[in-house]
T-cell receptor
Framework: LAKTTQPISMDSYEGQEVNITCSHN???????ITWYQQFPSQGPRFIIQ???TKVTNEVASLFIPADRKSSTLSLPRVSLSDTAVYYC???????????FGGGTRLMVKP | SAVISQKPSRDICQRGTSLTIQCQVD?????MFWYRQQPGQSLTLIAT?????????ESGFVIDKFPISRPNLTFSTLTVSNMSPEDSSIYLC?????????????????FGPGTRLLVL
């Protein structure tokens, strides 16, 4: 199972762009990268998923370099409501995308 | 995505008692999972609950302590038995759905809102 490593915490200010990087050195050929967001007292919420290069949706962008050994979640112009824990998971099917790492605790300040 | 509800949303229980948590999904799913999230920690998988078969438990979790039922494809229950204060956690169920829009049909997990349990 691909293991992921993320910074424990990050601080930012409202209106800034936030980039959270996840390392997954032993990612397999068929693995995708999935990011979740979790607010206090709620279940994790799917944000974005990608395989290579760049994926963008209405919430975030995901940048994946050619070697796919890392990925960066980019949140444009964060607000206070983006304060949450962000988890990076790697895997292809339900059987190997069940291990959550420590996540990154993002604190957005006014 | 998937619409998942859990009952109760929270509870305060006395040690030695048991609590059954319900998870309801808006449509049929094959695989359902139960997680535990202790205060300030990440999620830990308790077991996989597939309809028509016994639940599969992860290391450190046993059926006697966390019995699971999966009577149909939209519902599951997790019971926390003989509770102690160490069982105080958020318990989450999740389901897997295929991302039809992606080539190959990648599966993604969707989570319920969680059940916050405090054991005194």
């Amino acid at each position: 199972l691909a293991k992921t490593t993320q910074p424990i915490s990050m601080d930012s200010y409202e209106g800034q762009e936030v980039n959270i990087t996840c390392s997954h050195n032993n990612i397999a050929t068929n693995d995708y990268i999935t990011w979740y967001q979790q607010f206090p007292s709620q279940g994790p919420r799917f944000i974005i998923q990608g395989y290579k290069t760049k994926v963008t949706n209405e919430v975030a962008s995901l940048f994946i370099p050619a070697d796919r050994k890392s990925s960066t979640l980019s949140l444009p112009r964060v607000s206070l409501s983006d304060t949450a824990v962000y988890y990076c998971l790697v895997g292809y099917n339900a059987g190997n995308m069940l291990t959550f790492g420590g996540g990154t605790r993002l604190m957005v300040k006014p | 995505s998937a619409v998942i509800s859990q009952k109760p949303s929270r509870d305060i229980c006395q040690r030695g008692t048991s609590l059954t948590i319900q998870c309801q999904v808006d449509s049929q799913v094959t695989m359902m999972f139960w997680y535990r999230q202790q205060p300030g920690q990440s999620l830990t998988l308790i077991a996989t609950a597939n309809q028509g078969s016994e639940a599969t438990y992860e290391s450190g979790f046993v059926i006697d302590k966390f019995p699971i039922s999966r009577p149909n494809l939209t519902f599951s229950t997790l019971t926390v038995s003989n509770m102690s204060p160490e069982d105080s956690s958020i318990y989450l169920c999740s389901v897997v759905r295929r991302q039809i829009r992606l080539a190959g049909g990648l599966e993604t997990q969707y989570f319920g809102p969680g059940t916050r349990l405090l054991v005194l």
